[in-house]
Structures are given as structure tokens and as C-alpha cells.
């Protein structure tokens, strides 16, 4: 079997330093005949391309989110009943689980860039102890006190999910045009998050509706869904995210106003 040049060069260092500063023989007879031709300069060796598959870029925040919710919420099919008074306690057990990591890794206890990467904007580990966390929070308060049996949750983790993160993604790339009372906002972050977070709160609730949790006037729904968008939207937007994090203000306001709503 041949034996490719850089192998061969480095089990032969002597031949190799030999062949790396001297000339070969052609050139020396090129050069003889041709005087005025460029200088023989040595080869220099590539290193053999890596054959590592570059990493897949990591989900994005508002995917994760939104996966999270509806798994958390959605019926299991196995022994446990998810009817039961307790199944809302059990299923919050797997967002206090994401939330021990979530401290763990803020505090920098232990290190985990994949997780890093995928729920932080800067990459670093500090972040993870503010929106994320709080996100985790709110969804197991949503799980707690509203589980399956009202919209309330469903439309408030429709808004911080799918409303707030999509208005985030669309802000960052179209947003130059900002609102004239927060320059940290934009118009297309806004009017993203009021549709993005209608028709994923729209379709959660249709989602468990049809799964026969709760009956929907669905003329009403709508409008009372749109209402909440509306609020949520316009609370997000506001000058208060220094002294509040949306991830703690878009769904606290959005159960307010979807339990306004839809109990009166």
C-alpha cells in the first residue's frame, strides 16, 4: 500500500528535512538554464482537512419554549392518569428539574455549552439565572394553578412563547424602525408578537379544546383572545424591562387579562 507523502515524510525526518530545503534536481537545472526565472521556493505542507462534521447550530430559544409547554401540558399516554388532581404536581416536576439545571449552570457549578448557547443571547452562563429561568418559573405556575382545565394558562404561555419569542427573532432582523416611546423596541417586534401570539394562543386553546377539556364559544374566543394579544403586546413594549423581565410581565399580564375575560 502506498504510503501518502506527509506520512512518509514524517517517518523519515532526515529524507524530509532534505527534501524541504533542498531543491530538486529539475529546478536546479531550470534554474542553470534560465538565470533571470523567480527563486525556487519550498513547498509548504496543508495539514489533511478535518473530516468532523461541524456541530448543528442549536434550537433556537422560542422553539425550545414552545416545545416545552406543549409537552409539558399534553396528555401521557401510560399508566399514570393525566386526569388526575395530582398529574398537574407530576408533570411539574420536569420544568423544577430544568429549573435546578438552570441555577446549577448560571452559577457556574457546571458546565454545559450546549445548554448555553441554545437559551442565552451572549453566551454567557449569568443569563441563564434571568429570562430562562423565569420562564421555567412561569410555566410551572401555569401548570400549577391553571393546568388543562382553563385558557388562561394555555393563551399566557401563548403570548410568552410564541408571542414574545417570535416578536424577539423579528425584531432583531427587520427591527430598525423603533417605537417612540422605548428605543429597545421596534414596530415589527410588536405587530410580530400581537399575530405570532394570537394564533399560537388560538391554536392551544382550539388544541385542548378538542381534546374535550373545555368547551369554547369560539365567536367570543377569538375576540377575547385578541383582547389579551393586545395587552400583552402593549405591556411588553413598554420602558420597564430593567425593572422587569418579560419573560415575568408578558405572561403575568397576559393570565390577568385572559382571566378577566374570559370569568366575566
Known amino acids: 500500500m502506498c504510503t501518502p507523502p506527509h506520512f512518509l515524510?514524517?517517518?523519515?525526518?532526515?529524507?524530509?528535512?532534505?527534501?524541504?530545503?533542498?531543491?530538486?534536481?529539475?529546478?536546479?537545472?531550470f534554474s542553470t538554464a534560465f538565470p533571470n526565472a523567480p527563486p525556487y521556493s519550498q513547498p509548504t505542507l496543508q495539514p489533511p482537512l478535518s473530516s468532523k462534521?461541524?456541530?448543528?447550530?442549536?434550537?433556537?430559544?422560542?422553539?425550545?419554549?414552545?416545545s416545552s409547554s406543549v409537552s409539558i401540558l399534553s396528555p401521557k399516554k401510560n399508566s399514570f392518569n393525566s386526569n388526575a388532581g395530582e398529574a398537574r404536581y407530576f408533570a411539574s416536576l420536569v420544568p423544577l428539574v430544568n429549573c435546578s439545571r438552570l441555577i446549577i449552570h448560571g452559577l457556574s457549578l457546571a458546565d454545559d455549552q450546549s445548554l448555553v448557547k441554545s437559551v442565552t443571547r451572549e453566551g454567557n452562563p449569568k443569563e441563564l439565572l434571568r429570562g430562562p429561568l423565569y420562564y421555567v418559573v412561569m410555566l410551572m405556575l401555569c401548570a400549577l394553578v391553571f393546568w388543562r382545565e382553563s385558557p388562561v394558562g394555555l393563551i399566557a404561555l401563548g403570548m410568552m412563547c410564541g408571542g414574545d419569542g417570535f416578536a424577539d427573532i423579528m425584531g432583531r432582523k427587520f427591527g430598525s424602525s423603533k417605537i417612540p416611546y422605548n428605543q429597545t423596541?421596534?414596530?415589527?417586534?410588536?405587530?410580530?408578537?400581537?399575530?405570532?401570539?394570537?394564533?399560537?394562543?388560538?391554536?392551544?386553546?382550539?388544541?385542548?379544546?378538542?381534546?374535550?377539556y373545555f368547551q369554547m364559544d369560539w365567536g367570543d374566543t377569538v375576540q377575547r383572545v385578541a383582547l389579551?394579544?393586545?395587552?400583552?403586546?402593549?405591556?411588553?413594549?413598554?420602558?420597564?424591562?430593567?425593572?422587569?423581565?418579560?419573560?415575568?410581565?408578558v405572561p403575568l399580564a397576559s393570565m390577568l387579562a385572559a382571566y378577566l375575560t374570559f370569568t366575566h
Open 185 to 212: 423596541k421596534s414596530w415589527v417586534g410588536s405587530i410580530s408578537m400581537l399575530v405570532s401570539g394570537f394564533f399560537v394562543s388560538i391554536g392551544m386553546v382550539w388544541y385542548y379544546s378538542a381534546l374535550g
Open 53 to 66: 462534521t461541524p456541530p448543528l447550530p442549536p434550537l433556537s430559544s422560542p422553539a425550545l419554549m414552545l
Open 228 to 249: 389579551v394579544s393586545l395587552v400583552a403586546t402593549v405591556v411588553e413594549s413598554l420602558p420597564i424591562s430593567n425593572l422587569i423581565d418579560d419573560n415575568i410581565s
Open 9 to 29: 515524510i514524517l517517518l523519515l525526518p532526515g529524507l524530509s528535512s532534505s527534501l524541504l530545503t533542498s531543491p530538486p534536481t529539475h529546478v536546479s537545472i
